[in-house]
């Protein structure tokens, strides 16, 4: 089984500062990694994913993610941050494809943008 | 990009009542589609997986006779909360998984149910 750890519920960063969002996981078998990101009574917006390749993953907004497998670790870092980056971020771990497979979630990480 | 849209956005019902939440995946075909269950300033609570063509896949706890799951074609699964009451009320996301290479889990915009 996965489970995965996000070790900040709260992250508070004033603008244009830089970011790190912690995520590690746990699993017996190879995994896939995901960062989404939730605005206020929205649904899950994928970030970034890390499937296979270079363990540095680069998403949208800026976002980019690396993959340390000996750590099982997979954070998430924006150089600068903005204040449209208020949300919750989740961290997510899937085994490998199968029929069977299915997506387990961080508890979330709330970042808060300073002016 | 794919995409999965939630109908509806939110509603209000009264308890006792029904409310059929529908997840459509709207460029791609999902064989399976996953619902969730979110409280405030909460995590994602697997409910179920659902399957086309067959029995959905409950978590433990999880009452399968209230929370109702059809996936009855490769682009859309319902999930239909019988006789709801007020402790019901929650946001409920959608996903559907799409296969390698686009290997991946969309996200629907969520449904706020509100039992009064």
């Known amino acids: 089984a996965q489970s995965v750890t996000q070790l900040d519920s709260q992250v508070p960063v004033f603008e244009e500062a830089p970011v790190e969002l912690r995520c590690n996981y746990s699993?017996?078998?190879?995994?896939?990694l995901f960062w989404y990101v939730q605005y206020p009574n929205q649904g899950l917006q994928l970030l970034l994913k890390y499937l296979s390749g270079s363990t540095l993953v680069k998403g949208i907004n800026g976002f980019e993610a690396e993959f340390n497998k000996s750590q099982t670790s997979f954070h998430l870092r924006k150089p600068s941050v903005h204040i449209s980056d208020t949300a919750e971020y989740f961290c997510?771990?899937?085994?490998?494809?199968?029929?069977?497979?299915?997506?387990?979630f961080g508890s979330g990480t709330r970042l808060s943008i300073r002016p | 990009g794919a995409v999965v849209s939630q109908h509806p956005s939110w509603v209000i019902c009264k308890s006792g009542t029904s409310v059929k939440i529908e997840c459509r995946s709207l460029d791609f075909q999902a064989t399976t589609m996953f619902w969730y269950r979110q409280f405030p300033k909460q995590s994602l609570m697997l409910m179920a997986t659902?399957?086309?063509?067959?029995?959905?896949?409950?978590e433990q706890g999880v009452e399968k006779d209230k929370f109702l799951i059809n996936h009855a074609s490769l682009t859309l699964s319902t999930l239909t909360v019988t006789s709801a009451h007020p402790e019901d009320s929650s946001f409920y996301i959608c996903?559907?998984?799409?296969?390698?290479?686009?290997?991946?889990?969309?996200f629907g915009s969520g449904t706020r149910l509100t039992v009064v």
């Open positions: 659902s399957n086309e063509g067959s029995k959905a896949t409950y």
């Open positions: 699993s017996s078998v190879s995994v896939y």
């Open positions: 996903s559907a998984r799409g296969t390698p290479p686009n290997y991946g889990y969309t």
């Open positions: 997510a771990v899937s085994e490998l494809y199968s029929s069977a497979s299915k997506i387990i």
